[in-house]
């Protein structure tokens, strides 16, 4: 069946990057855009960016343009994403998800990220 | 990008209907046939419920439906079960300088 399994819950000092990875299976990576969206506790989805897997291609939301890079190894059938300059604004739940078209059908598993000094 | 407008919360009882909108622009809702809506419940990840304003997927309950008008998309969700109590979010394609996504504030559904 189709998943996208993340990484494990990550802690992080503020400042510092975090990286986490996304690995698809039970489809081919490359022919769909992954979107990442992340969670602050007790709040709302909010969209950070999609990549296209077949050419590395990228568009960050505005808000995070120039803090995230989104990238892929296609070999292996997995996706990144890099938040730098991290405060405790960016304590949240990143998802992965892939999209068909105008919509998410698949997300992923859900990796915790935690800034705290 | 500002998210799109959600009440953020509605209530009912077991067997009524209850209504979300999800209010944009014309550079998101209005502007494309793009609106989904997701289900979420508590420290789990969304699940689509409704895509292109008012298609389901197969396996969602027929109790859910779409719709939209101008900037506005809504979702009904009729013979309001317990189980529906969950948090609810849309989203639409915006276009900035490239297309883009951007996410409703997100309503909490309260079964009374």
């Known amino acids: 069946q189709v998943q996208l399994v993340q990484s494990g819950a990550e802690v992080k000092r503020p400042g510092a990057s975090v990286k986490v990875s996304c690995k698809a299976s039970g489809y081919t990576f490359t022919d769909y855009y992954i979107h990442w969206v992340r969670q602050a506790p007790g709040q709302g989805l909010e969209w950070m960016g999609w990549?296209?897997?077949?050419?590395?291609?990228?568009n960050p939301a505005q808000k995070f343009q120039g803090r995230v890079a989104m990238t892929r190894d296609a070999s292996i059938n997995t996706a990144y994403m890099e938040l730098s300059s991290l405060t405790s604004d960016d304590t949240a739940v990143f998802y992965c998800?892939?999209?068909?078209?105008?919509?998410?059908?698949?997300w992923g598993t859900g990796t915790t990220v935690t800034v705290s000094s | 990008q500002s998210a799109l407008t959600q009440p953020a919360s509605v209530s009912g009882s077991p067997g009524q209907s209850i209504t979300i909108s999800c209010t944009g622009s014309?550079?998101?809702?209005?502007?494309?046939?793009?609106v989904s809506w997701y289900q979420q419940y508590a420290g789990k990840a969304p699940k689509l419920i409704i895509y292109e304003v008012s298609i389901r997927p197969s396996g969602v309950s027929n109790r859910f439906s779409g719709s939209q008008s101008g900037n506005t998309a809504s979702l009904t969700i009729s013979g309001l079960q317990a189980e529906d109590e969950a948090d609810y979010y849309c989203t639409s394609y915006t276009r900035t300088s490239m297309l883009g996504y951007v996410f409703g504030s997100g309503t909490k559904v309260t079964v009374l």
């Open positions: 998800a892939r999209t068909v078209t105008t919509r998410i059908d698949v």
């Open positions: 990549m296209n897997p077949d050419d590395g291609g990228t």
């Open positions: 014309s550079r998101d809702v209005g502007g494309y046939n793009s």
